[in-house]
C-alpha cells in the first residue's frame, strides 16, 4: 500500500476493514487500467496505485503532501470542487478533464468517484481513465463528419435517410444534406420527426403511385426508385418539380425500415426528353403525328381491328405538282403553305379518322369502323374539294390539289407495310388519273409496279457495270468557313433517262437488296478521291441491310486499306431508323467500326425516333441536324427552338453537330452563332461529281 509517513495515513491504513491484506490490495489496485485514488473530504490523497504515480510523474512521498486540486489546472478548481460537493450529495459525481503532471503536461482523463466510508470516516473512491485515444476517435470522427457533410453540400442533390416506423406507419427523415430545401422544398427541422408534409406536397397523379412504390420497397427491402413531382408551398400544379429519387432500404434492430438516398431536380432533363419526344411523334411544321407515330398508331388500329371485327382504311394523301410552289416561290412559302393545308385537312377529317404528315407534301388518314371503304371514299372527296378551294396567302390567291390512294384491312393487306404499299399503289393510279382524284387499290395496279421493276433492272445493270457515280458534297467548319471533309452521296446517270433522283434508286436498292454493292461502289470511288486530300475526312451513308451483315465493319476497313484511306479520317452517317429498327446488330456493328477508328454520326436527326438511352450507350459523335429543320431557321421560331434543343443536348452529351442543307447566309450565321460546328449545303457547293 502507497501511503504518507503521516500519522493520518498511518491511521488511515489501520483503519481499513479488518481481514484486508494490504499487499493483496496494493496489487489489485495496480492491476486496474487507470488510476486509482482514495482521498478525505479536505481532498488530501489517503491511498492510490501505482499509475497515479506513473502518469502524472509523482513520487510516493509527493503524492502524500499533496491535495486532489494540485493534479488541475487552476482554472478547472471550480469544477473539481462542484464535483466534490455532488459525492459528498448525492454519493456519485463524473468529471472529464485534463490531469496535470509534474512537468506541467496535461492529458485528456475522465473521473468517475463515489463516496465510501470507511469506519465511519467519509472518503471519495474512484478511478480515472485515459480518454485521449478516445478524444482522438472523437475528433477524427468529427472530421470525417464535417467532411462529409461537406461533400454532401456540394452534391448537385440532396443525400437523405427516410425512416418508417413499424408500430404507427410514421415517416420521418433523420438525416439530409444542406441542399433539401433546394430539391424537396423543406427544411430539415420539418421533416427529421414527421415528413408527411413532405409527401403531402407530391402531385396528386403521382401520389399513389409512390406511397405503393413505398410499401413495396420496405416490404420487400427492394430498391426505391422513382421519378415524381413535387408542387413548391402555394404553388400551382403548374409549377411542379420533377424530382428522381434513387434509394436502399435496411431493416433496423426494432423493425423499422431505413432508406439510404439521393434526390436531386430532373425537371430540365424531363423538359428536354419531352421535347425530343414530342419531335419523334409529331412534325415540326403542323405539328401532326408523324410516320412514326401514324405507322404505331395503325398497327394497335390493325390489332384491334382483329380483336373487334371492324374494318380499317389507310389513305395515302399527296399534293399534286407541289414541288412547283417550292421551285417558283421558295421553301418558306411552301412551308407557310402546307401549314394551312394541314389545318384544312385537319378540320375536315375531325373525327371521321386520324391524320398525320408523314414528310414533304404527303399525309396518311386513317378511317375505322364498320364500312371502311364507304366512309373512306367519302372523306376523299371532302379532303380534295377541301385542297381545291383557293388559299390567299402573301396576297396570292393559291390552287393546290391533292390525289389520295387506299387501301382496306383486310381486303388489301392485314399488316402495316402492305397497306401502306398498296396505299401508295393506290395513289399512283390517282395520279395517273389526274390532279385532285382518288383511287381504290385493286390487284390490277400493275403500272407502278412494272415501272419499280425497270428501274431495278437498269439500277442491277448500273451497279454491276460500275456507273454509278459520286458527289463529294463539302463540309464546312462554321468557324472559319473551311472545307474540312466530305459526305459521298450517289448520283446515276442512265443513258436514257437521265439523271434518276437519288431517293428514288436508294430507297428502291434497299428494298431489292442491293444496298451493299451499291455502298461498296460509291465508297470505294469517294476513297479513291478523298484519299490524297490531306487531312480531308470522308462521311459515308450507311443502311440498315447494311448493318445486318455481320462483316460490314471488316469490309469496310479492307476497302479502306485498298484506297489507301485511314480508318480515322472515315466516318458513316446512320440514321435514327437504325437505332430503333436494328438495333442489337446495328450495336455490335457500330462498337466495332468505333474500335477501329471510323467516327460515328446520326443523320437527319430529329426527325425520327431515337431512345435517349441508345445516344448514351453508342459510341456517337456526331449530330447532324436534319435540313426541315434548318430551313429559314432565324426566321421560324419553332425551327430555331428545335435546332437549339438539339445544339444543347449535343453539347451535353459532347457530340459535334453539322447542319445539313444551308441555303442562305442568314442560315449559316444563325447557326453559327448558336454553336453548331460544322455545316452542308448548296450554300458552301452542291458537290463535284466523280466517275471514278
Not at 506513473?54 to 478548481?77: C, I, K, W
Not at 383557293?390 to 390525289?403: A, I, N
Not at 436494328?582 to 477508328?597: C, F, P, T
Request: net charge negative; glycine share 8%; with cysteine.
Amino acid at each position: 500500500m502507497k501511503s504518507t509517513e503521516s500519522k493520518e495515513t498511518e491511521m488511515q491504513a489501520r483503519q481499513l476493514p479488518n481481514g484486508w491484506m494490504p499487499d493483496f490490495i496494493d496489487i489489485a489496485f495496480d492491476s486496474l487500467p487507470g488510476i486509482f485514488y482514495l482521498f478525505d473530504r479536505s481532498g488530501r490523497f489517503r491511498y492510490w496505485n501505482r499509475n497515479l504515480e506513473t502518469v502524472t510523474g509523482y513520487s510516493e512521498q509527493e503524492l502524500g503532501r499533496m491535495n486532489a486540486l494540485d493534479l488541475f489546472d487552476p482554472a478547472l478548481h471550480g469544477r473539481f470542487r462542484s464535483a466534490m460537493q455532488q459525492v459528498f450529495e448525492t454519493g456519485r459525481a463524473s468529471l472529464e478533464a485534463p490531469i496535470l503532471t509534474r512537468f506541467g503536461t496535461t492529458r485528456p482523463y475522465s473521473y468517475y468517484g463515489r463516496l465510501v466510508d470507511l469506519d465511519g470516516e467519509p472518503f471519495v473512491a474512484g478511478m480515472g481513465l485515459d480518454v485521449s485515444r478516445l478524444k482522438e476517435a472523437q475528433e477524427a470522427e468529427a472530421a470525417r463528419t464535417q467532411q462529409l457533410r461537406h461533400l454532401a453540400a456540394h452534391v448537385p442533390g440532396v443525400i437523405y435517410q427516410l425512416r418508417l416506423d413499424p408500430e404507427h406507419g410514421r415517416l420521418s427523415m433523420p438525416y439530409a444534406s444542406a441542399k433539401i430545401y433546394e430539391v424537396f422544398g423543406v427544411h430539415h427541422e420539418d421533416v427529421d420527426d414527421d415528413a408527411s408534409g413532405l409527401f403531402e406536397r407530391i402531385f396528386a397523379e403521382d401520389h399513389d403511385r409512390i406511397m405503393r412504390a413505398v410499401e413495396l420497397s420496405a416490404r420487400e427491402l427492394s430498391t426505391f426508385r422513382q421519378q415524381f413531382r413535387l408542387c413548391p408551398p402555394g404553388g400551382l400544379a403548374e409549377h411542379a418539380e420533377w424530382v428522381e429519387v434513387e434509394s436502399t432500404p435496411e431493416r433496423l434492430a426494432d423493425g423499422a425500415t431505413l432508406w439510404h438516398g439521393f434526390a436531386r431536380l430532373v425537371t430540365e432533363r424531363r423538359r428536354m426528353e419531352d421535347e425530343l419526344t414530342r419531335l419523334a411523334y409529331h412534325d415540326s411544321l403542323t405539328g401532326m403525328p408523324n410516320r412514326t407515330m401514324l405507322q404505331i398508331a395503325l398497327e394497335e388500329r390493325i390489332a384491334d381491328a382483329t380483336v373487334i371485327g371492324n374494318g380499317l382504311a389507310v389513305m395515302h394523301l399527296d399534293l399534286d405538282n407541289f414541288k412547283d410552289i417550292n421551285d417558283v416561290w421558295g421553301h418558306t412559302t411552301g412551308d407557310r403553305l402546307l401549314f394551312h393545308l394541314a389545318e384544312r385537312l385537319q378540320r375536315r377529317v375531325g373525327d371521321q379518322g386520324q391524320i398525320g404528315r408523314i414528310g414533304g407534301d404527303e399525309f396518311l388518314v386513317l378511317v375505322e369502323g364498320p364500312d371502311p371503304a364507304r366512309q373512306a371514299e367519302s372523306l376523299a372527296n371532302d379532303l380534295c374539294e377541301a385542297l381545291a378551294t383557293p388559299l390567299e396567302l402573301d396576297r396570292r390567291v393559291v390552287r393546290v390539289t391533292g390525289s389520295i390512294g387506299i387501301s382496306l384491312f383486310p381486303d388489301d393487306g392485314e399488316n402495316t407495310e402492305d397497306l401502306l404499299r398498296h396505299a401508295d399503289a393506290a395513289l399512283y393510279r390517282a395520279k395517273a388519273d389526274g390532279p385532285g382524284s382518288w383511287a381504290r387499290y385493286t390487284p390490277q395496279l400493275t403500272a407502278a409496279a412494272m415501272a419499280r421493276r425497270y428501274m431495278e433492272t437498269e439500277l442491277r445493270s448500273a451497279i454491276e457495270r460500275d456507273q454509278l457515280k459520286v458527289a463529294l458534297q463539302p463540309i464546312v467548319s462554321l468557324n472559319g468557313q473551311r472545307v474540312i471533309g466530305f459526305e459521298a452521296l450517289a448520283r446515276w446517270y442512265h443513258p436514257e433517262d437521265g439523271w434518276i433522283d437519288p431517293e428514288d434508286f436508294i430507297a428502291l436498292a434497299e428494298t431489292r437488296g442491293l444496298v451493299t454493292p451499291l455502298g461498296e461502289q460509291v465508297y470505294r470511288k469517294a476513297m479513291k478521291h478523298v484519299a490524297g486530300m490531306k487531312g480531308m475526312q470522308l462521311s459515308l451513308n450507311v443502311a440498315p441491310a447494311q448493318l445486318r451483315s455481320s462483316d460490314f465493319c471488316d469490309r469496310l476497313v479492307t476497302l479502306a486499306g485498298e484506297c489507301g484511306m485511314p480508318s480515322e479520317r472515315l466516318e458513316v452517317e446512320i440514321t435514327e431508323r437504325v437505332l430503333m429498327e436494328e438495333a442489337h446488330g446495328a450495336l455490335d456493328q457500330i462498337n466495332r467500326l468505333r474500335s477501329v477508328g471510323i467516327g460515328i454520326a446520326i443523320d437527319d436527326f430529329g426527325t425520327g425516333y431515337s431512345s435517349l438511352s441508345y445516344l448514351r450507350k453508342l459510341p456517337i459523335q456526331r449530330l447532324k441536324i436534319d435540313q426541315s429543320f434548318v430551313r429559314n431557321v432565324g426566321e421560324v421560331r419553332e425551327n430555331a427552338a428545335i435546332v437549339k434543343a438539339i445544339l444543347t443536348l449535343a453539347r451535353e452529351l459532347g457530340f459535334t453537330t453539322t447542319a445539313e442543307g444551308i441555303q442562305t447566309a442568314a442560315e449559316s450565321e444563325f447557326l453559327r452563332d448558336a454553336g453548331c460546328d460544322f455545316a452542308q449545303g448548296w450554300l458552301f457547293g452542291r458537290g463535284q461529281v466523280i466517275g471514278d
